[in-house]
Nanobody, 114 residues
Framework: QVQLVESGGGLVQAGGSLRLSCVASGSIFRINRMGWYRQVPGKQRELVASSTDDMKGRFTISRDNAKNMVYLQMNSLKPEDTAVYYC????????????????WGQGTQVTVSS
C-alpha cells in the first residue's frame, strides 16, 4: 500500500506565501511523476504544478527523490487560490514491473483572505 500525506496548508493573507509538503510512503520502487492539484467545491480538480513540466509563475514545484517528497512553494497568493490542494504521485511499486499506479493524498486546505 502507498500513502501520500500533505501538510503545510492554512490561512494566509493575499500577497503572502505558503509552502506545501507531501511525503509518500509504502511499497515504492520509484515515483515517476508527482504533482499538485487543487479543487474548489462545485468545480473539477485542476492541475497546479507537475514535476515533469516546466511551469513558471507564482507557484514552484520541487522534489526530494531520496525522501519521496514533493513541495509546492506558493507566492503572491490571491483569494482565488483558495482551495483544497492535493498531492499526486505515479508510483512504480517494483523493479520487476514497469506498471505505475496513481495515488492521491487526502488534501490540505489553503485559504487566502483578501
Amino acid at each position: 500500500q502507498v500513502q501520500l500525506v500533505e501538510s503545510g496548508g492554512g490561512l494566509v493573507q493575499a500577497g503572502g506565501s505558503l509552502r506545501l509538503s507531501c511525503v509518500a510512503s509504502g511499497s515504492i520502487f520509484r515515483i515517476n511523476r508527482m504533482g499538485w492539484y487543487r479543487q474548489v467545491p462545485g468545480k473539477q480538480r485542476e492541475l497546479v504544478a507537475s514535476s515533469t513540466d516546466d511551469m513558471k509563475g507564482r507557484f514552484t514545484i520541487s522534489r526530494d527523490n531520496a525522501k519521496n517528497m514533493v513541495y509546492l512553494q506558493m507566492n503572491s497568493l490571491k483569494p482565488e487560490d483558495t482551495a483544497v490542494y492535493y498531492c499526486y504521485g505515479e508510483v512504480q511499486k517494483s523493479s520487476a514491473s514497469p506498471a505505475t499506479y496513481a495515488y492521491w493524498g487526502q488534501g490540505t486546505q489553503v485559504t487566502v483572505s483578501s
